[in-house]
């Protein structure tokens, strides 16, 4: 059993910028990989970035180039520094686990991959 906590939303201006962090409890060194989504009201779940067992990442196109994903392994915590933030980038932001494998086709950027996850964190941008 994994648990994930997220903490480091807030409000700020746009071009601001804020570090989430997803604390883990639990052993997540068998997870296939972890990402963070972010979902705004009457959206649909929006894969931001992820961070693979290998230690490889990709970015959602809409935060290319402005956020940062990160894992310590011996905080057992993940992060992801967003910079030049956006009022669009305002969503609920959530971490996640995966422990099963890689559908054929599919992507670590789709919510559907993973099975565990966080409560959320509330980004607000004003601009």
């Known amino acids: 059993q994994v648990q994930l906590v997220e903490s480091g939303g807030g409000s700020v201006q746009a071009g601001g910028s804020l570090r989430l962090s997803c604390a883990a409890v639990?052993?997540?060194?068998?997870?296939?990989?972890m990402g963070w989504f972010r979902q705004a009201p009457g959206k649909q779940r929006e894969g931001v970035a992820y961070?693979?067992?290998?230690?490889?990442?990709r970015y959602g196109d809409s935060v290319k180039g402005r956020f940062t994903i990160s894992k310590d392994n011996t905080k057992n915590t993940m992060y992801l520094q967003m910079n030049s933030l956006k009022p669009e980038d305002t969503s609920m932001y959530y971490c996640?686990?995966?422990?099963?494998?890689?559908?054929?086709?599919?992507?670590?950027?789709?919510?559907?991959?993973?099975?565990?996850w966080g409560h959320g964190t509330q980004v607000t941008v004003s601009s």
């Open positions: 996640a686990a995966a422990f099963i494998p890689l559908r054929s086709g599919s992507s670590w950027l789709n919510h559907i991959q993973y099975n565990y």
């Open positions: 639990g052993y997540t060194d068998a997870a296939y990989a």
């Open positions: 961070i693979d067992s290998d230690g490889r990442t």
